[in-house]
């Protein structure tokens, strides 16, 4: 049960971060390596909140993604906003590059052995269940996070936003024609991906400390998240954030030798059998 807690902690950031980088696959066609790094970006925002204007956890879970989303607005309308019509490669290359400056800048100035971010008081302690003592910060952020992550895919899938959302991504031209500001419409989406990172960073800090590398190794994990589910597909990124992280930690416990490459053979199995995903569109000619 405990690793089954774990997998659940693990597969909750899997789920968000997976579901910003299929935001903006899905709707910007642009594959966001910078990803971890924003999601590094929305801890120390956190951090600075605190140290700086004495701002706890609660105000960060609202004012880092959307200092970090401002940020991803900026790169969105300066650099990406270029490459829409060129091939992934190039965006995918634009934003790993931005990644490694960011990292970069953040581990000269502040090193790479992390920095404290305590739990907040509302939240700590936890409850002994008689088989496992479940922490109160960790149930939140299971829930929280799968708040998060359904309320996204509802707006996005089921509502007149998500409609105009999708619609652009077809055919801007006719969605632009009835009145709609498509490049406001693909800024603030992209602004939206980043924000999810953030919200994550924010949500990882009490648990995995603020380090400038905690989205370096992650990102690698998450896209292999995104490819399973399918790219673009937000369903897919939720289901499958959640489902490989119990994996990853039942692997951990009855296979740890296999628990750090588990999911990349389920990835590499996906891509064989089906090479769009779990819940991707086909997109073999009929």
């Not at 902690?9 to 642009?30: K, P």
């Not at 790169?75 to 060129?86: A, D, G, I, S, V």
């Not at 929280?144 to 077809?170: D, H, K, M, P, Q």
């Not at 190794?217 to 897919?236: E, K, N, Q, R």
């Amino acid at each position: 049960m405990g690793q089954l807690l774990i997998g659940l902690i693990n597969g909750a950031f899997y789920a968000m971060l997976s579901l910003g980088l299929a935001v903006i696959f899905g709707l910007l066609n642009i594959i966001n390596f910078a990803h971890g790094a924003q999601y590094m970006l929305g801890a120390f925002v956190a951090y600075f909140a605190l140290q700086w204007a004495g701002l706890g956890y609660w105000w960060s879970l609202l004012l880092a993604p959307i200092a970090v989303g401002l940020f991803g607005i900026v790169l969105e309308r300066t650099m990406l906003k270029r490459l829409y019509h060129l091939d992934h490669l190039y965006g995918l290359l634009l934003t790993f590059g931005i990644a490694l400056i960011v990292q970069g800048v953040f581990r000269h100035e502040y090193g790479s052995s992390g920095l404290p971010y305590g739990i907040p008081s509302q939240l700590s302690g936890g409850y002994n269940l008689g088989f496992m003592f479940l922490p109160t910060y960790r149930a939140w952020v299971i829930v929280f996070s799968l708040a998060v992550c359904l309320a996204t895919w509802y707006v996005i899938e089921r509502t007149r936003l998500g409609s105009s959302l999708r619609a652009a991504t077809e055919n801007p031209a006719l969605v632009q024609a009835f009145g709609i500001n498509v490049p406001r419409m693909i800024t603030l989406t992209y602004g939206f991906g980043v924000a999810l990172a953030a919200l994550a960073g924010v949500l990882a800090a009490p648990i995995y400390q603020v380090n400038p590398l905690m989205g370096a190794d992650l990102i690698i994990v998450v896209f292999a998240v995104v490819v399973i589910g399918g790219l673009g597909s937000i369903m897919g990124s939720i289901v499958t954030g959640f489902a490989l992280g119990v994996v990853e930690g039942f692997t951990k416990f009855f296979y740890p030798e296999a628990s750090n490459t588990v999911i990349f053979v389920i990835m590499a199995v996906v891509l064989l059998v089906r090479p769009s995903g779990l819940f991707g569109r086909s997109t073999r000619a009929r």
